[in-house]
């Protein structure tokens, strides 16, 4: 696949139905064609397509609304989030350029998703964590960019870097139900064997997660990871049971 036949655009509880057409008619222009909103604040078909223009109601036609993010990036393989907010804390790729050479080889055999927040506050720290990349538009002093012009330029980059090279290609990926699944099974084991405390686990799981997005997992390697988990269990629960049996024999 190529970059635009394997992404997704996701809006995340965009305000304004005009910002929705004018995201459609970016893609149409860049050859994007699916979209997903999650959550709209106002949805209003009319006005969508006003700004989308005759050109962009196939997409319109096409687009998918969901209530959640998770639920939006359920089925893809690699997550992308778009942040104006930068720090110490939050590694961001400076540019949809440097994104683009990134995501070439991925999208041979992954699906992506591009993921961009509200118009007024953008991502929220939650939304970001379930993404393997976080990227950035360099700009001068002013930071905040349209939602649709901000689309465009990542449509633009990712068309326009996009290479085939066979050597560069990246298996398929796990998809962010596995990933979620994964993570989950894994606290549930690290808790009963200590690992993590549970007051705080999810201080511990985010170092977790953050390590495993590093590592571009791919499903079996998933399946892996939770079968060792599932036989760690599996250990625990015998060597107690052991234990108990033994316990009551020497009360006897």
């Not at 393989?77 to 790729?93: D, F, I, K, S």
């Amino acid at each position: 696949m190529t970059i635009p036949e394997a992404t997704t655009i996701v809006l995340k509880e965009p305000r304004f139905p005009e910002n929705i057409g004018a995201v459609a008619r970016a893609m149409h222009n860049m050859g994007f064609a699916r979209l997903v909103v999650v959550n709209p604040e106002n949805w209003d078909l009319k006005r969508i397509h006003m700004m989308a223009t005759h050109e962009a109601a196939t997409i319109v036609k096409h687009i998918r609304r969901v209530e959640t993010l998770s639920e939006a990036v359920a089925s893809t393989r690699y997550v992308v989030g778009t942040t104006a907010r930068l720090g110490r804390r939050r590694p961001v790729m400076q540019s949809p350029a440097a994104l683009a050479k990134h995501l070439t080889p991925i999208a041979t055999n992954n699906e992506i998703a591009l993921v961009f927040g509200p118009e007024d506050r953008g991502l929220t720290n939650e939304d970001l964590r379930a993404c393997h990349k976080l990227v950035t538009i360099p700009t001068a002093d002013f930071a905040s960019i349209n939602l649709a012009q901000s689309v465009m330029i990542f449509c633009y980059e990712l068309t326009r870097k996009q290479r085939t090279e066979a050597d560069l290609h990246i298996p398929r990926l796990a998809n962010r139900h596995e990933l979620d699944g994964m993570y989950e099974t894994l606290k549930n084991t690290l808790l009963k064997i200590d690992y993590i405390k549970p007051d705080n686990p999810d201080y511990w799981m985010n170092k977790i997660r953050t390590f495993g997005t590093h590592m571009k997992l791919r499903a079996r390697e998933v399946s892996i990871i939770r079968g060792i988990c599932r036989q760690i269990d599996w250990y625990g629960n015998d060597r107690f049971e052991a234990g108990r049996i033994h316990t009551k024999k020497l009360g006897k």
